[in-house]
């Protein structure tokens, strides 16, 4: 009877990533649908982050295609509920360095957003690329497609979604610039960045759950611990 590492030793590579395919869990874009109320008005908002798209885990194309139809058929999921503004807490792609493939499913996407009336308001994940106010987005058109929906950076900006809803956008950064920072009174602050008392390792960049702006925002909206 063969051992357990013979009997791996016996598998091919394609079976052995096959396995690490079926054993992987399938890629799942967090989604919450939210109401956030104002002294008068009510905008309704679907949450969603770390999609990475792009991502070909375990060198395999299928695994591409997996993270993209999950991201598609999220937007689907967001419009058949009626809600037609999205936040993304960053990481919506994998890699800062985009393949045409990518940038293609960007475009398509961000055109199919438009054709819906529907607008993605997202900041830079650690994966994004861009820093400094620079996104993805203007890879995929931007404003020059549609100055009112699509996807579009709030990095670094706050803006008003409805008559009252206020959602500040703040990007992956240091530690330390983001503990200078001065929160206004939003209703939503849009991050993209570890905890520390959430993970089990010593992070650089890892906030405390006291650094956050949980006495000026009704929400902090956390990406980057899945």
Same mark, same amino acid.
């Given at each position: 009877m063969p051992t357990s590492t013979e009997t791996v030793l016996s598998k091919s590579m394609d079976e052995l990533l096959e396995d690490l395919t079926e054993a992987a869990s399938p890629p799942q874009t967090h989604m919450e649908s939210l109401t956030t109320s104002c002294d008068a008005g009510i905008a309704r908002l679907a949450?969603?982050? %770390?999609?990475?798209?792009?991502?070909?885990?375990?060198?395999? %194309?299928?695994?591409?295609? %997996?993270?993209?139809?999950?991201?598609?058929?999220?937007?689907? %999921?967001?419009?058949?509920?009626?809600?037609?503004?999205?936040?993304?807490?960053g990481d919506l792609l994998h890699t800062n360095r985009l393949d045409a493939r990518t940038v293609n499913d960007l475009r398509r996407l961000n055109q199919w957003l438009v054709e819906h009336e529907m607008s993605v308001y997202t900041i830079n994940g650690n994966h994004d690329p861009g820093s400094d106010g620079v996104c993805w987005v203007d890879a995929v058109g931007g404003a020059a497609?549609?100055?009112d929906y699509g996807f579009k950076s709030i990095d670094g900006r706050t803006v008003t979604i409805g008559d009252h809803t206020t959602i500040m956008g703040v990007g992956f950064s240091s530690a330390e610039h983001i503990r200078a920072m001065k929160f206004p009174k939003v209703d939503v602050v849009l991050m993209h960045q570890p905890v520390q008392e959430f993970i089990d390792f010593e992070c650089p960049f890892a906030l405390c759950v006291a650094d956050l702006p949980l006495t000026t925002s009704k929400l902090v909206a956390l990406g980057d611990i899945h």
């Open positions: 949450w969603i982050g %770390d999609a990475h798209l792009g991502y070909r885990q375990y060198g395999l %194309d299928r695994r591409y295609e %997996d993270f993209s139809r999950a991201l598609w058929l999220t937007l689907e %999921d967001i419009h058949k509920d009626g809600i037609r503004n999205v936040i993304n807490s497609v549609s100055r």
